[in-house]
């Protein structure tokens, strides 16, 4: 029988394990396949550890692992990815909006022969329009920006084959925007649409400075236009800076030096614009400057304070680098 593996981060989700586990359990209990869940808690701060442990003694499919601190979203999942071991690894978030009634039908389309099944959020009812709002103008830029193409509203809810997963992991960077790093690997895809649920219980752990981060790992690691938007910017301001000095020497040849006006204010007007441009591109080339330090400096992705698998063997502070 095929080993299917689902790996799901939490981070203090103490009020919805229970329920999410046994809305799970109901699903694939019925289904020909053998199961292991790779529950992460992500450095969480309240009984999230406790429960996911009571869940454990109850269905030994679950193996924990626990993070030292909060590692966030993507390399909580990196940490379950690289421990699974099943022909099929589906991904998906605990707090119920990843309804896991469609894990049939994503193995069903991986038994027909795709190697990768992706999920496309729909519009959700009574959701934030600012999430919303923020979440299509984020897809459109990195489409336009960058030469992967992310499908818009893609959820990190998703079925890689063992294959698919193996060249996942062999990519080494540490910034990680999974949904980009899926899409850049190729392989035979197909978009299944879900609409969310809403959240069992709870709020969004993805804070402001978490979607700022997740954002800027995507345009950053998967594109350069930013650094080229200083060097078009340099270019304009090269050609004004031609146009103005032909004027100029139209005043020096027609003999009429006296009928320029001493411009103190466009003068300053573009300094100020000038020296904006340069912070701004020097900006951008020091974010790339901290990615690539970030990269060289080969940090692990996640440390591991306590694994408890299945037959409750402890290890300890053991790390990991993906
Ligand atoms: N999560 C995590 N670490 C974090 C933030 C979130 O492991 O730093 C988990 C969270 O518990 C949930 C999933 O990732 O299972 C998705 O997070 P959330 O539902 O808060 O994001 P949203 O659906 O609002 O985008
Ligand atoms: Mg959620």
Redesign the pocket.
């Known amino acids: 029988m095929k080993l299917v593996s689902i790996v ?4 203090n ?1 103490q009020e919805l394990i229970q329920s999410f586990f046994s809305r799970l359990e109901s699903v694939i209990d019925s289904l020909p396949y053998s199961f292991e869940f790779w529950v ?1 808690n ?1 450095g969480s701060k309240d009984q999230t550890q406790t429960i996911l442990e009571e869940i454990q003694s109850k269905d030994s499919r679950a193996q924990i692992i626990q993070l030292s601190r ?1 590692f ?2 993507q390399s ?1 999942l990196c940490a379950g990815m690289e421990h699974a071991k099943g022909d099929l690894i589906i991904t998906m ?3 119920g ?1 990843h309804p896991p009634e469609l894990i049939p039908e994503m193995i069903r389309i991986a038994e027909s022969g795709y190697d990768i099944v992706l999920t496309q959020r729909l519009d959700e009812k009574g959701q934030n329009p600012v999430k919303a709002g923020t979440s299509r103008l984020f897809y459109h830029i990195i489409n336009q920006i960058s030469d992967t193409q992310t499908l818009p509203g893609g959820a990190d809810f998703r079925l890689l084959t063992r294959q698919v997963l193996d060249n996942l992991l062999a990519m080494p960077e540490y910034h990680r925007f999974l949904r980009g790093m899926v899409a850049w690997l190729g392989f035979k895809s197909v978009i299944l649409p879900f609409i969310p649920a809403p ?1 069992i219980a709870g709020k ?3 804070s402001f400075k ?1 979607m700022v981060r997740l954002a800027s790992d995507a345009i950053f690691s998967f594109s350069m236009v930013p650094l080229y938007i200083g060097l078009s910017a340099g270019l304009f301001f090269l050609i004004l800076a031609i146009a103005e000095a032909i004027y100029v020497l139209s005043f020096w040849i027609r003999g009429d030096i006296a009928a320029l006006e001493p411009g103190w204010s466009s003068l300053m007007f573009m300094m100020l614009i000038i020296g904006a441009v340069l912070m701004i591109i020097l900006g951008f080339i020091g974010i790339y400057v901290g990615y690539i330090f970030q990269e060289v400096k080969h940090r692990p992705n996640y440390v591991v304070q306590k694994e408890i698998k299945q037959n409750h063997t402890n290890q300890t502070s053991n790390s990991k680098n993906v």
Do not use: M, S
């Open positions: 799901i981060p939490f981070y989700e992460i992500d909060n966030g979203h909580a978030d605990g707090d909006q959240r969004t752990k993805y978490k």
